[in-house]
């Protein structure tokens, strides 16, 4: 049995970050061996946290592919119209592969990755992190061991967070459909999988509504400037306030950094006077939607609803589990069991996410990496929650909303399924 997995990170943004830190956490099990990412700061970041001589240091992961199999595995945490490329690169050199979500933007590039892997018999573990979570473990076993009977249906709520919402899919790199995805998969992919491994079925049908109604140019007010800098209006999207206030209280995260490398007050308002975060969120290029339901059947006649608010309060996600003898309602940190049967309510309190390394995602993100590396080191495949054909099932959950929301029709994932009709166990 092997002592260590070696990784290689591919793209070293915000979530590349992450998985390089657990790595350095988890050091006796894994150790990042290189890098490849073409922005100076983040990359030469992580090669001086980890040590790595200079040949392991590169711009372009297509540099990596040129040389011979010299690590276990690799992370993909490139932008998501990234994957498909290097994900079949490194699956037919024989690389494990932990890669973000989404595995691609669409269906067929979902499929050949896919395809690449089984091909290649290499492990795959997409990073669905909610699954991982201890709090997604405690529910599904009290679902799995029926301590509410029956699952008729589930409401869950996704309050992704006003200032979230206007960083990352107004401003920033998620704003454009062409450019990454729709926000139902950039964003709340996370949520469709999760409600899925919590149904624990095969999802049947699909319908979709949403749209961007809001951050659009005739919202804006009377006579605002492009940028917030040259702005006096009060506004909840002021980004010198937001992201000034942050550097000022030293909190140093991926809002911070995705506005400047190296981080002052001047390099920031130098950044907010020219770059994407610093214009009027009424006043981008932005075209995803806002807000958005989701409505599934499952094939045993389960139903699910799904809401994706933009604007609202950041927040943890909020859902009921409705079933034939009680119902289970949680809120991240608390999870409430109710009996009709006793008309008593009994609850179980989780540890929160104090926005720490080990506890993002509810230590999702430190689990999902862990899982992967265990199944590495014991050749187990069921180690891993995420594996190829599961997380190609939610990703057809994904696209069928999005076929729904657009062709304002129903669709049965059959569908999607039917160019991959060939059922793997």
Known sequence: MKKKVSLIILGAGGRGTIYANLAKVMSDKVKVVAVAEPRDFFRNRIAEDHKLPKKHVFNDWKDVVKLPKFADAVVISTQDRMHVEPAIAFAELGYHILIEKPLAPDAESCRKIVEAVHKNNVLLSVCHVLRYSEYTQVIRNLVCNEAIGKILSIQHLEPVGHWRFAHSYVRGNWRKEAESSSILLAKSIHDLDWIAFIAG?????????????????????????????????????????????????????????????????????????????????????????????????????????????????????????????????????????????????????????????????????????????NAILSGDPEKIFTGADTSLETHYMVFAAEISRHERRTVLLDELRKPHAKKRK
Do not use: W
């Open 201 to 373: 079925q095969r999802c049947k049908a699909i319908s979709s509504f949403g749209s961007l109604m809001y951050f659009r140019k005739e919202n804006k007010p009377l006579g605002s400037p492009e940028r917030c800098v040259d702005c006096n209006k009060e506004c909840p999207y002021h980004a010198p306030s937001f992201y000034l206030e942050r550097f000022r209280k030293k909190q140093i995260d991926s809002y911070l950094e995705s506005v400047s490398g190296e981080l002052t007050e001047e390099n920031i308002m130098e950044a907010l006077r020219t770059g994407p975060y610093g214009r009027c969120v009424f006043n981008c290029d932005n075209d995803v939607a806002d807000h958005q339901v989701v409505n599934m059947e499952f094939e045993n006649g389960m139903t699910a609803v799904f809401t994706l608010a933009g604007c609202s309060q950041y927040g943890e996600r909020r859902t009921t589990i409705f079933g034939s003898e009680g119902e289970i309602r949680c809120d991240g940190n608390k999870i409430e069991v109710y009996s009709y049967f006793r008309d008593r309510t009994t609850e179980i309190r989780i540890e929160a996410d104090q926005g720490t390394l080990l506890t993002h995602h509810g230590g999702g993100d430190k689990d999902c990496l862990q899982s992967f590396v």
